[in-house]
């Protein structure tokens, strides 16, 4: 009870905005302020989720099976990129311009090379969700490794730490701050580049599930399949708040 409690002090006011929202949709939609064919009632939405969740639940699958290798695989290029730059003047010097240029490029710009050079619909998607993912924590990684105290790089140096044991025991653990933060960033971008692939690029997902929707105009499992979203993304985000949290608990007052 005592959580539950503190749990509405914290989010009371979050609470009756959302309240407010979905009164003032409820009422707009049945008074005819809003489209009735664009903003279904919320009875509408209901009956959608009640029949329609085996299908999203498919969706969500494929979205995940999407999201996670190409968070995994966009972390993994980060640091193998980030991690000589941020040790490095030279490495850095010469390779910030084109990291910099090519991090301007908007993934939609290159979906319809993806598309066409890609064997498949589903790794042109992999390769649009590596790019969105990628960038955000690349540049943490490098920052947070420029940015190490040198006192821990002096101590290393005195313990006689050098090469791999130097780079696993001191280096990375003082940027891992910069970088958990930096792949929180990247998550919400892969998603957003999820969906894109999703909805352009791809049979699967709950982006194709929105847009095959949208398209034949059953807009109550729009806004259902909007909701799947926003809840995933929530719970997704909360998971990785939790584990980034254990993982520099150290650091945490």
């Not at 955000?136 to 190490?148: D, V």
């Amino acid at each position: 009870m005592k959580k539950v409690g503190t749990f509405f002090k914290n989010y009371i006011a979050t609470i009756i905005i959302i309240a407010f929202l979905i009164f003032y949709y409820e009422q707009g939609s049945r008074s005819g302020r809003l489209d009735g064919y664009l903003f279904p009632p919320i009875r509408e939405i209901g009956d959608s989720f009640a029949t329609m969740w085996p299908v999203m639940l498919q969706n969500f699958r494929a979205s995940l099976e999407l999201l996670i290798p190409g968070l995994l695989l966009g972390l993994v290029i980060a640091l193998a990129i980030g991690i000589p730059m941020g040790l490095s003047e030279k490495v850095r010097r010469a390779l910030y311009p084109i990291v910099y240029a090519a991090s301007m490029i908007p993934v939609i710009l290159l979906s319809p090379f993806a598309v066409h050079a890609a064997p498949t619909l589903r790794s042109a998607a992999m390769f649009i969700v590596v790019w969105a993912a990628l960038w955000a924590t690349l540049f943490s990684s490098i920052n947070g490794i420029m940015t190490i105290d040198k006192r821990y790089l002096d101590k290393a140096t005195t313990l006689e730490l050098h090469g791999f044991k130097r780079l696993v025991h001191v280096i990375l653990p003082a940027a891992l701050p910069s970088i958990a933060g930096g792949l929180v960033t990247s998550v919400r971008s892969a998603f957003l580049g999820l969906v894109f692939a999703e909805m352009y690029g791809t049979r699967v997902g709950l982006g194709y599930f929105v847009r095959y929707y949208s398209d034949l105009g059953y807009f109550e499992h729009v806004w259902s399949g909007f909701l799947c979203m926003a809840v995933f993304m929530i719970v997704f985000m909360q998971i990785l708040e939790v584990g980034k949290n254990r993982l520099l608990r150290w650091t945490i007052n």
